[in-house]
Structures are given as C-alpha cells and as structure tokens.
C-alpha cells in the first residue's frame, strides 16, 4: 500500500530536550515536504527536499533541521524545542512531473507535538 | 507565504443540500489543488487544476478555476454526513517549488 508514515504520532516533551520525528515513504517520490498546521493558520512549509541532499528553507524553517541521506527517508529534528513549537506536524510527498513537485501531495497522519 | 484564502471559513448545510467553497490567490500560478482534512487527520488530495484549464468533475465534485480573477471554486453536489471535513485550496505558485496552503474551509453537513 503506497503510504507516508510518521513516528511518533504523540509526544509530549519538555523544552530544549533533541527530538526527532521521522516521516518514509514507499512511493519513490523525490520531493518531501514537512508542514505545521496550528488553529487560525493553515498549513505552513517547514522544509522541503527535491531529492537526495537536496534540501529548502520553507516560510517557517527557524528552530528545525533536516536531513536527506535516502530517498525514502525525511527526518524533521528539533534541536532545543520550545512552547511555540507546539504543533500538528504533516509530512508529504510527491512525484517530480516535468520537474515541478508541485503534483499531488500525499500526506502522513501527523505528529501531534506538545512541547512544556 | 500563504496565497490561497478560503471563503466561507464555515459553512453548514443539510444533507443532501450542494455545498461552494471558494478560494482566491494572489500570484500566477501552474495549479490549484483542492485537499480535504477529517478532524485533525492526514490531508487527502481531491482534486487537481491545471492553469489552462476552466473546469474538472470528479464524482460528486466540481472544481473551477478562473485565473483572470485568481480564483476557484469547489462545489460538492449532494452533500452527505460523511462530507463533513475541513476544505483546503493549494496553489503552486509558478516559479517556485511550494505549494502553500489556504486556512481552509470548515463544512458541516447535517443529517
């Protein structure tokens, strides 16, 4: 089943405590994406990667990193979390069509993250 | 940034009743897609318009874009309970690599 899952669905951590919440993917895609949802804001672009080590500041990237080492991997990392970063985090991918990854989306079930 | 605004942000129907969302942008774009979100769930993709074209059907969806007036509706025929969700237009800006999302459009359809 072509699917995107993320790990851990829950967490509730404290602030300045590393935390990392890994997304895969079992469709090939080259293009991943991480987005926050927070009440009254939408969805917000955190990161995305076209391919392999290839990675982009999205419009909320300040306090996130991201790697790229495999194709079906996309880890989103919290190096010293803090309060605002309480969020419903999404990760996302897509093919690559004519060189835009601007193609459907397919979406994990989200990281519920409540940081104290 | 974020381009894509819904109108309304709520809209609450009987079942059976069709249901129109709109969404408006602000810069050209190469499509304009329409997702869905259950309560606090994973978005799922509905359906996708190109630049050059007016008009898609899929199933009980219709989807119009107009890009002289940046906009597009989504109109859901013959609601149903299940339809209840959380509505959301993506535009992918031309010239970028993102796709950025409106504030979406809470539906309730009523039994």
């Known amino acids: 089943e072509a699917q995107v899952t993320q790990n851990p669905r829950y967490l509730i951590t404290v602030t300045g405590k590393k935390l990392t919440v890994t997304c895969s993917q079992n469709?090939?895609?080259?293009?991943m994406s991480w987005y926050r949802q927070d009440p009254g804001l939408g969805l917000r672009q955190i990161y995305y990667?076209?391919?392999?080590?290839?990675?982009d500041k999205g419009d909320v990237p300040e306090g996130y990193k991201v790697s790229r080492k495999e194709k079906r991997n996309f880890p989103l990392i919290l190096e010293s979390p803090s309060p605002n970063q309480t969020s419903l985090y999404f990760c996302a991918s897509s093919s690559l069509i004519s060189g835009s990854p601007q193609e459907t989306q397919y979406f994990g079930p989200g990281t519920r993250l409540l940081v104290l | 940034s974020q381009q894509g605004e819904e109108d309304p942000q709520a809209l609450s129907i009987q079942e059976g009743e069709n249901a129109t969302m709109n969404c408006s942008y602000k810069t050209s774009i190469n499509n304009l897609q329409w997702y869905r979100q259950n309560s606090g769930r994973g978005l799922v993709h509905l359906i996708l318009?190109?630049?050059?074209?007016r008009e898609k059907h899929s199933g009980r969806l219709r989807v119009t874009l107009d890009t002289s007036k940046k906009s597009s509706s989504l109109l859901i025929t013959a609601s149903r309970a299940a339809d209840t969700a959380s509505y959301f237009c993506?535009?992918?800006?031309?010239?970028?690599?993102?796709?950025?999302f409106g504030k979406g459009t809470k539906l309730s359809v009523i039994p």
């Open positions: 990667s076209m391919n392999v080590e290839v990675t």
């Open positions: 993506a535009t992918a800006p031309a010239g970028s690599y993102q796709l950025t």
């Open positions: 469709m090939n895609h080259e293009y």
């Open positions: 318009i190109r630049s050059n074209e």
